[in-house]
């Protein structure tokens, strides 16, 4: 059964850093393409940032370019997002996504973490 | 940026059918879309693909009761035999590439009574 899990979410100060990790299992994690995606409370859904399944090919929306990073470590079935910066408006659940396709870009997130809550307050 | 509009809420009795409508922006009137559904307190889910000639691949474990369609630049998922559990909130998602940026959005997301 494909699982995802993320953590390291927790209250942050503005201009603070945090990593999440997500931690997949169930599947072949080094052959999947792998997303985040995040939603601020009430709100919809925000792709945030696609990996390559091997980690050399990676995109990320305008809203966090240059902020957050995303890598991935395959022995370790782990998937990353450092966030450097961070503001208000970054308060959110953050899910970790698997990606049904193979195409070098984000297109089908098949499997979902239960998400983690990052909240950016003094 | 493209858009994806949908509805703000539907509603339809208990047993009966409904009809979602994701509608691309005219210039990726072509376009595949995903769509998602999110229960209260949930994480999404993934439901189906859907492409501009109306065919469309579903998620795994996704039951007989939903089927896309589209005509046009509009895309919908349609829920049969409405049950309680399919009262949530349905994103359509398309993923582009603009001047050479990759990028995914998401539609605003139908929310889902069942009566």
């Known amino acids: 059964e494909v699982h995802l899990a993320e953590s390291g979410g927790g209250l942050v100060q503005p201009g603070g850093s945090l990593r999440l990790t997500c931690v997949a299992s169930g599947f072949t994690f080094s052959s999947y393409e792998m997303n985040w995606v995040r939603q601020a409370p009430g709100k919809g859904l925000e792709w945030l940032s696609y990996i390559s399944s091997g980690g050399t090919t990676i995109h990320y929306s305008d809203s966090v370019k240059g902020r957050f990073t995303i890598s991935r470590d395959n022995a370790r079935n782990s998937l990353y997002l450092q966030m450097n910066s961070l503001r208000a408006e970054d308060t959110a659940f953050y899910y970790c996504?698997?990606?049904?396709?193979?195409?070098?870009?984000?297109?089908?997130?098949?499997?979902w973490g239960q998400g983690t809550l990052v909240t950016v307050s003094s | 940026l493209p858009v994806l509009t949908q509805p703000p809420s539907a509603s339809a009795l208990l047993g009966a059918s409904i009809k979602l409508t994701c509608t691309l922006s005219s210039e990726h009137s072509t376009y595949i879309i995903e769509w998602y559904q999110q229960r209260p307190g949930r994480s999404p889910q993934y439901i189906m693909r859907v492409k501009s000639d109306g065919s469309y691949i579903k998620g795994d474990g996704i039951p007989d009761r939903f089927m896309g369609s589209s005509s046009g630049a509009d895309r919908y998922v349609t829920i049969s035999n409405l049950q309680s559990d399919d009262e949530a909130e349905y994103y359509c998602g398309e993923s582009h590439t603009i001047d050479g940026q990759v990028g995914y959005v998401f539609g605003t997301g139908t929310t889902v009574t069942v009566l």
């Open positions: 996504a698997r990606d049904q396709n193979n195409y070098g870009s984000p297109q089908r997130f098949d499997y």
